[in-house]
C-alpha cells in the first residue's frame, strides 16, 4: 500500500509512532496515532494518507476513501495520494475509477519529475540506467511510484492485446505466447530468490519469495497462510492486472481465458524453477466470483 515515509518529511511525532505502529500490523493503534496528529493539523497531507492506508488494511474501507479524499483535496498536485484513493477504489471494487486515478498520479508526478516520462517498468534495471540522480533518488524506496509505472504498462499492454484480438487473433493464441515466456519468469524468481537472501527450497520458502516478488513489483498484494513443511497457502487481496482488465471489459470480450489461469501458470513455473517437486494451484478465484484469489503451494502436485 501507499505510506508516505516519515523520514521524507518533517513530521509529527503521531506521524512517526503511527508508520511504527502500521508497520507491525497494529492498524487500530496506528489509526488512533494518526488521528491525534490531525488534531492538531487537520490538513496535514501525509496524515491523512497514512490514515486511509491504515483504515484500508485494518478493514475500515469507507473511512479510508473519506480520508484519502481529504489527502486529495489537501494537496491537489501531489501524485501519491492519488494513488492511496486508486488503492482505495480498487478495494471497493471500483476498478475503472482506480485505474484512472493512477494514471491521473502519473500526470502529475510527470509534471514535476519529467524524466519518468515514456518509461515502463518492464525491467527495473534497463530503467535505472536510463534515469538521472535525481529521478534516482525520487523512485527509490517509493512504492506509489513503482504502482503507477506497474499500472500504465499493464495498461499499455492490454491496449495491445485488445488491438490484436480486434483484427481476429484468438485470447488463446495470445495466452500460448504468454506460456512461452514463462523460463523467463522461472530465471527471475531464481535470481530475486538469492538476492534477497530467502532461504530454502520448501513451499514456504517459495511463497515468501512470490509474495516479496510482488511487494516490489507493485502489481500484487499477496499474504501468506498456513505453513507445513509440504504446503504454504496464500491469498491474492489486491491484483492491478485484474483491476486492469475489469476496468477495460476485457473479461467480457468472447474467448476470453481468465487471468487467474495466466497466474497460476506463472506462479506454479515460479516454484518449480526453485523446487522441481512442489507446484501451485488456485483453490478460489476473483474471476469465479470469490473475495480474493486464493491458492496453495505444495510438494508432489502435478502440474497445473
Known amino acids: ?10 513530521s509529527s511525532e503521531a506521524l512517526r509512532i503511527g508508520r511504527r505502529s502500521a508497520t507491525k500490523g497494529l492498524y487500530a493503534e496506528a489509526i488512533s496515532f494518526y488521528k491525534k496528529g490531525l488534531a492538531q493539523n487537520p490538513n496535514d497531507v501525509a496524515l491523512l494518507n497514512n490514515l486511509a492506508d491504515a483504515c484500508l ?4 474501507i469507507d473511512r479510508a476513501a473519506s480520508y484519502a479524499n481529504r489527502a486529495v483535496e489537501a494537496a491537489p498536485d501531489d501524485a501519491f495520494p492519488d494513488v492511496t484513493l486508486g488503492q482505495v477504489l480498487q478495494g471497493q471494487g471500483k476498478h475503472k475509477e482506480a485505474v484512472a486515478r493512477v494514471l491521473q498520479a502519473q500526470h502529475k508526478l510527470e509534471r514535476l519529475v519529467p524524466e519518468f516520462e515514456g518509461i515502463t517498468f518492464d525491467s527495473i534495471e534497463r530503467l535505472v540506467k536510463r534515469l538521472s540522480t535525481r529521478a534516482k533518488f525520487e523512485l527509490a524506496g517509493k512504492e506509489w511510484i513503482r504502482v503507477i509505472y506497474v499500472v500504465k504498462s499493464l495498461v499499455e499492454t492490454c491496449k495491445v492485446e485488445l488491438g490484436y484480438v480486434q483484427k481476429g487473433v484468438s485470447w488463446h493464441f495470445l495466452h500460448e505466447i504468454r506460456q512461452g515466456a514463462l523460463q523467463d519468469v522461472a530465471a ?3 535470481r530475486f530468490k538469492q538476492k534477497v537472501g530467502i532461504h530454502g527450497d520448501g513451499p514456504s520458502a517459495i511463497a515468501r519469495t512470490v509474495g516479496a516478488m510482488a511487494a516490489v513489483t507493485g502489481a500484487q498484494q499477496v499474504t501468506l497462510g498456513e505453513q507445513t513443511a509440504d504446503r504454504c497457502t496464500i491469498q491474492v487481496l489486491a491484483c492491478w492486472r485484474h483491476s486492469v482488465i475489469r476496468s477495460m471489459g476485457l473479461d467480457a470480450s468472447p474467448g476470453w481465458i481468465p487471468c487467474s ?3 497460476a501458470e506463472h506462479m506454479d513455473c515460479a516454484a518449480r524453477a526453485i523446487n522441481p517437486a512442489i507446484g501451485f494451484s488456485f483453490s478460489a478465484t476473483v474471476p469465479d466470483g470469490a ?6 503451494f505444495a510438494k508432489d502436485m502435478g502440474r497445473q
Not at 1 to 10: D, E, P
Request: glycine fraction near 12%; include cysteine.
Open 57 to 60: 488494511k485494518g478493514g475500515r
Open 261 to 263: 489461469v495466466s497466474c
Open 188 to 190: 527471475n524468481y531464481r
Open 1 to 10: 500500500m501507499t505510506v508516505h515515509s516519515a523520514q521524507a518529511i518533517r
Open 291 to 296: 473475495p480474493c484469489c486464493r491458492g496453495v
